[in-house]
């Protein structure tokens, strides 16, 4: 049975076959990796989950153009399957194009639920936050990203040319969360 954990440093090698089943400098959803994160060294890594954790913080400031996040990774057995990120709120690039909340899960553990499992867990976390609905986007063509947003709620706003391509757009009403 899959668990949604905090990031950790100890599943350092765990993450590293994970991106590398992605490729290298393909851009995973709700990881929250940036271009010059170092994730392959040890300490690099454990850097870069300080700095996943303290995202979550909002006595902690976060640079300029992004907001509070709160990440999550999916793992079984302690292996890692995928990741969750939930932001605290939009700003104008997210309320256009990036939503409150990104998942992706790597191609090996796809097609078990894990996405659908990882968003009926962080939904209540954003009712907690206050937040009274969520916007999650997902590709037009993905269509297993549109049957899990569907499946938890979401209900289709548009769809839209974005800077980061043609997008499905969905509100998740969190009044019963």
Known sequence: MADLIAPTARLHESWLRSRDEWGRGVHQDGGGLRPGDDVDSPDGFAAWVRRLLSESDPAVPVPEGLVHCTYWWI???????????????????????????????????????????????????????????????????????????????????????????????????????
């Open 75 to 177: 793992v079984e057995d302690g292996e890692m399957l995928g990741a969750i990120a939930l932001r605290h709120e939009l700003n104008d690039f997210l309320l256009r194009a990036g939503g409150h909340i990104g998942y992706g899960v790597r191609p090996s553990a796809r097609r078990r639920g894990l996405a659908s499992f990882a968003l009926g867990e962080v939904l209540p976390h954003a009712a907690k936050l206050g937040l009274a609905r969520v916007l999650i986007t997902c590709a037009v063509a993905n269509e297993g990203s549109r049957r899990v947003i569907e499946g938890n709620g979401g209900e289709l706003e548009d769809i839209r040319d974005t800077e980061i391509g043609r997008l499905r757009r969905y509100w998740i009403s969190l009044s019963g969360s």
